[in-house]
């Protein structure tokens, strides 16, 4: 008989089998694991990393996983143009929220939702797991584990690859200007560079290369086929405590995390909060109402700034303290030195640094690295381009001209307005603090208080380069651009150094200014704001003050005296409506300041030459100083074009203290006097009147060689007709913008008729100006300028009546109709005999009689 044995018997006599193969197969791992890290370099800190020459294994521990930590992109060497410059965030304010994840043996890098929210435990809060899921960004196998369950995976292929998606910067810079360019990541020629951790964080750099497959890239690139980037990635702890938000309000200026929050009673969902430095008491309030901070927001100068402008940078820093303390913090802010052996990349000092590049690209700039979660700001790194302040100092150049000027006052495209939104500077910022310096330059020369080869005093540079740095620690303050904070300033105090000391030239530091130069015989007063400005004090305290109850009080305070906000929405774009909205301007009389200022300039323009040229300077010095004071004239002109049809808009909210009306008409004297002002500056018939000696000595830049632009618009002459009709043609155009037209049509619905000037109005002055020769009889001869300036009228009001813009109210088109037959009809009656006209003036004239006719008659047939 067969005798069956217990199953737990056989199982008891195996189980040493079954044990001694586990532990075998644990100790083998264990070996595997010290194989692998063997002769590694160790790098310990917020993760621990090894690395050898062609791998870098991270080590992940059990309690690594499902922990959710940020993950940012940087280029940290660019090409030094086209966008790609070193230094500058990928993701500005969009950190990445990631955790690891283990699934079949291997390692998940995951990217949550951050930006779906609802609170923890509820319903809600099911509803958003089961719709919005995570984008697993890598994977990588576990290659080994250790007796402490330590696992091991090799990531270098995570960094060295296009994770980043910086290849779409690149794409741009390797446009020839039809799309994209056509470009691959060769990971051939891609290596890791740089391997650091730190307690809060781990910084890995990869010099990554783009294969061009096109022919188009970047004189900076050595050569064109291969393109380097190299790509700074941070990946950083989360507080282990999130900061209590502070909820964002429309009437302050504040960068935004926002969240949709499934279980907020706001109908949109939105839940905003403003992004900001973790600031908290460490005592009760004193007598005066402050406490001393757990700890300050502290900046460190990095020694790549020269030393001439370190305490330049401290000094600029500290003048946040008077902000702080009226947010309840003593010495809430302080600068200091990097400390000796530190390392700018340790998320534990936010630094100031120095940068260079071919080409200016952002001057300065001011991101920083946020919580996603709450928006707490948790490092910031500010650059200054070294370029920037080399354009500061002596040389008479631009590249902003005229017309960009004019445009860019109400132009904004989308993409720059997702810039602008998320802490960008707009492009032309380092041009334009050089191209302002130039003008400084040139009125102290008129003045005798400098002689022409002379740099602008240092005074100058130190003003300037205290402004920029109160501006980006600002904006890594969490502060948003206000264009409207020199409306604060009434005009008669620019050059009142008590008034400004105390209020600012504007009433922030995140304003665009223009650079305040007292007309002859006045006492100068400061060129930039010396401190914060009234309304800084104003935002921060409701930002930064502990008590939310009194955030919720302050935010009310918005219509009071040196509280005045207006964002970059607000100055550009479809939204450019209120006249005291603007960049480069300054006070709260935008358009007086504009007139004394044209007028500053256009007494230099008459004896240009003295005040530029010195013994052995060549002379196309007086051609690019001409195009650099034109930038400024036209920045002086173009903020009158927002008063014709124009509304002061604000932002407070009802039952505010003294609040306003969300938008109040400009009166129609003021408006008036705009137009007047227009004409004036840009159509009357002695506005571009130089002495002929002037334009004689508009001399070639004859340097010939990469990196110099050797003609004016692609002439070795400067090509005056075109470059005078080109800034006439732009303010013309801006004046018939559709939005215009449509927003003086409502205006007279709004506020009657009788306080607008009317489309008929504007219209008919303009056509009486820019046509004066020929308004009444008998007419008189008309110049070469003039005669452009009104091809460029019948060209815009033939487009008016043939195909007018989208959006263009039909009376526009109809009123345009009446001022071309009205000009017809005067044409003909000066052209009936006997007329003196010489050859020029009466073909144009009768070319321009065919062009209205055969525009009239193309205008029946679309009407039919």
């Excluded at 083998?28 to 294994?57: C, Q, R, S």
């Excluded at 900076?220 to 938000?245: C, F, G, K, N, W």
């Excluded at 607000?570 to 480069?584: E, I, K």
């Excluded at 004297?669 to 007047?676: I, K």
Aim: charged share 25%; with cysteine; glycine share 6%.
């Amino acid at each position: 008989m067969k005798k069956w044995i217990p199953v737990w018997v056989i199982a008891f006599l195996l189980m040493p089998v079954l044990v001694t193969a586990q532990d075998k197969e644990n100790g083998d791992d264990a070996d595997k694991y010290a194989e692998l890290i063997k002769d590694a370099e160790f790098h310990e800190g917020f993760f621990n990393l090894y690395t050898t020459e062609d791998k870098m294994y991270l080590e992940v521990k059990e309690e690594n996983l499902e922990r959710d930590f940020l993950m940012n992109f940087e280029i940290a060497q660019g090409i030094g143009a086209s966008g790609v410059f070193g230094g500058t965030m990928l993701n500005i304010f969009e950190g990445l929220l990631v955790n690891l994840e283990k699934h079949e043996g291997k390692i998940f890098l995951v990217q949550k939702p951050s930006r779906y929210t609802a609170e923890e435990g509820s319903a809600a809060e099911r509803a958003v797991d089961l719709t919005f899921g995570s984008s697993i960004l890598e994977t990588a196998k576990v290659e080994a584990t250790d007796e402490d369950g330590k696992m091991l995976i090799n990531v270098y292929d995570w960094f060295v690859s296009d994770l980043s998606q910086v290849s779409q910067r690149v794409e741009r810079a390797a446009s020839n200007g039809n799309g994209p360019g056509r470009i691959s990541f060769d990971k051939s020629r891609s290596y890791l560079s740089s391997v650091k951790s730190f307690p809060m964080n781990t910084e890995i750099e990869a010099k990554l290369s783009f294969r061009n497959q096109g022919n188009s890239a970047p004189r900076t690139v050595p050569d064109a086929r291969y393109i380097p980037v190299s790509v700074h990635y941070s990946i950083a702890q989360l507080p282990e405590e999130p900061m209590s938000p502070r909820l964002a309000d429309d009437r302050i200026g504040y960068f935004m995390t926002v969240h949709k929050d499934f279980t907020s009673d706001e109908e949109s969902f939105f839940r905003r909060y403003v992004n900001k430095w973790r600031l908290e008491c460490a005592n009760e309030p004193d007598a005066e109402g402050l406490c001393d901070p757990k700890e300050p927001i502290t900046y460190y100068i990095e020694p790549t700034v020269p030393v001439e402008y370190r305490q330049v940078m401290i000094d600029a820093i500290n003048e946040f303290d008077r902000a702080f303390e009226a947010a309840g913090f003593r010495n809430g802010i302080e600068a200091k030195m990097l400390p000796e052996g530190a390392d700018a990349e340790d998320i534990r000092y936010a630094t100031l640094r120095w940068n260079v590049s071919d080409q200016s690209g952002y001057g300065a700039i001011g991101p920083s690295v946020v919580d996603p979660r709450t928006g707490e700001i948790l490092d910031a790194d500010i650059l200054f381009e070294a370029n920037m302040v080399q354009g500061w100092k002596n040389f008479y150049r631009t590249n902003v001209d005229p017309t960009t000027a004019v445009n860019e006052l109400f132009e904004m495209s989308e993409d720059e307005a997702t810039a602008l939104r998320n802490g960008a500077e707009m492009a032309s910022m380092a041009d334009e603090i050089a191209s302002q310096g130039t003008l400084l330059r040139s009125a102290l020369i008129a003045r005798g208080e400098l002689a022409p080869d002379t740099p602008v005093p240092a005074e100058y540079v130190n003003q300037a380069m205290n402004r920029v740095t109160m501006h980006e620690v600002g904006h890594t303050l969490g502060l948003r651009h206000n264009f409207r904070s020199s409306a604060d300033t009434p005009f008669d105090k620019l050059h009142d150094k008590d008034y400004t000391m105390e209020n600012g030239l504007a009433s922030s530091v995140m304003e665009y200014p223009g650079i305040n130069i007292a007309p002859p015989g006045e006492d100068q007063g400061y060129f930039y704001s010396p401190s914060v400005g009234s309304y800084d004090l104003w935002v921060i305290s409701y930002g930064y003050t502990p008590d939310d109850d009194r955030a919720a009080e302050i935010a009310r305070q918005a219509a009071q005296p040196g509280h005045a906000y207006g964002p970059d929405e607000d100055a550009r774009g479809s939204g450019a409506l209120d006249p005291n909205v603007n960049t480069y301007d300054l006070s709260s009389d935008p358009m007086q300041w504009g007139m004394q200022r044209s007028d500053l300039v256009k007494n230099i323009w008459a004896e240009l030459p003295d005040h530029v040229l010195a013994d052995n300077v060549p002379y196309f010095e007086v051609t690019d100083a001409f195009t650099t004071l034109f930038s400024q004239y036209a920045r002086a002109v173009a903020p009158a074009v927002k008063y014709i049809g124009g509304q002061y808009q604000y932002r407070d909210h009802k039952g505010d203290p003294d609040a306003r009306a969300p938008f109040i008409n400009v009166p129609k004297e003021r408006q008036q006097a705009a137009l007047d002002f227009l004409i004036e500056a840009a159509f009357a018939e002695d506005a571009f009147e130089l002495p002929v000696g002037v334009y004689e000595q508009f001399g070639a830049n004859r340097w010939n060689h990469w990196g110099v632009n050797n003609t004016y618009r692609g002439r070795i002459d400067f090509p005056l007709h075109e470059s005078l009709v080109s800034f006439q043609s732009s303010i013309l155009g801006q004046l018939v913008n559709p939005s215009r037209l449509s927003r003086i049509r409502d205006g007279e619905v709004k506020f009657g008729q009788q306080n607008m000037v009317t489309i008929p109005e504007m219209f008919g002055q303009i056509t009486n100006a820019i046509w004066s020769e020929v308004w009444s009889a008998p007419g008189d001869n008309i110049s070469s300028l003039r005669r452009d300036l009104q091809r460029a009228y019948i060209d815009g009001m033939s487009e008016l009546v043939t195909d007018a813009p989208n959006g263009t109210p039909a009376d526009a088109r109809s009123v345009a109709r009446m001022m071309l037959q009205d000009l017809h009809d005067r044409i003909s009656r000066r052209l009936t005999p006997p007329y003196s006209f010489d050859a020029y003036t009466e073909a144009h004239l009768r070319e321009v009689k065919v062009r209205i006719e055969k525009t009239l008659d193309a205008g029946l047939s679309l009407e039919n």
